[in-house]
């Protein structure tokens, strides 16, 4: 079945630090993507997707791009900030249409010191 | 964007008393909504998918008679909880596609404590 393994942390940068959160999956088909980042205490906010092999979503300063070769969606932002310290989760959408849930890495805790 | 809203935030019960947590969205229709599960420090496990006007579908490992998903109009999905009991405390969350994002929109989650 459906999978998504994220590298876990917690992960400790100093601000203005490079980030990379790798992601990698497996799947069939041709899933949809999404990075979603989770403050303390909140819901689940959606960060990026991409929908086809070879997309790079963006947002915020973070981008990913999805690798169909090696089935990674990794996450980078070249200049982290304190405020980007949360937990982020790689997700798969179950089917191309979006007709199921989502399967969700285990999260990347990020702790940003200033 | 869309907005899905969950209510409530958080909620104490004793043991053996029900708990319902709604989710609605607020500015868009939603056929379908999914609720999942979240322990702490860990991720989100999807529970079951509810479909207006029709059963919902458990994911494997789920019991439907404690988890109970009402979804009777296109804006609002229930889950109960029934005969709660400690293990059941946990993080729920509900989240409905976003028909303009192509993404899935998600609620601030609702924090159960069963005592």
């Known amino acids: 079945g459906n999978s998504v393994t994220q590298m876990e942390g917690p992960v400790t940068l100093s601000e203005e630090a490079f980030l990379t959160i790798n992601c990698t999956y497996t799947?069939?088909?041709?899933?949809?993507l999404f990075w979603y980042v989770q403050y303390p205490g909140e819901g689940l906010q959606l960060l990026l997707k991409?929908?086809?092999?070879?997309d790079k979503g963006s947002n915020k300063g973070f981008e990913a791009t999805y690798r169909k070769e090696t089935t990674s969606f990794h996450l980078e932002k070249g200049s982290v900030q304190v405020s980007d310290s949360a937990v982020y989760f790689c997700?798969?959408?179950?089917?191309?249409?979006?007709?199921?849930?989502?399967?969700f890495g285990k999260g990347t805790h990020l702790i940003i010191q200033p | 964007g869309a907005v899905v809203s969950q209510h409530p935030s958080r909620v104490i019960c004793k043991s053996g008393t029900s708990v319902k947590i709604e989710c609605r969205s607020l500015?868009?229709?939603?056929?379908?909504m999914f609720w999942y599960r979240q322990f702490p420090k860990q991720s989100l496990m999807l529970m079951a998918t509810?479909?207006?006007?029709?059963?919902?579908?458990?994911e494997q490992g789920v019991e439907k008679d404690k988890f109970l998903i009402n979804h009777a109009s296109l804006t609002l999905s229930t889950l109960t909880v029934t005969s709660a009991h400690p293990e059941d405390s946990s993080f729920y969350i509900c989240?409905?596609?976003?028909?303009?994002?192509?993404?899935?929109?998600f609620g601030s989650g609702t924090r159960l404590t069963v005592v």
């Open positions: 989240s409905a596609r976003d028909p303009m994002l192509y993404g899935y929109t």
């Open positions: 799947a069939t088909g041709y899933p949809s």
């Open positions: 991409a929908t086809k092999a070879d």
């Open positions: 997700a798969l959408g179950r089917s191309g249409g979006g007709a199921d849930g989502l399967t």
């Open positions: 500015d868009f229709q939603a056929t379908t």
């Open positions: 509810s479909n207006e006007g029709s059963k919902a579908t458990y």
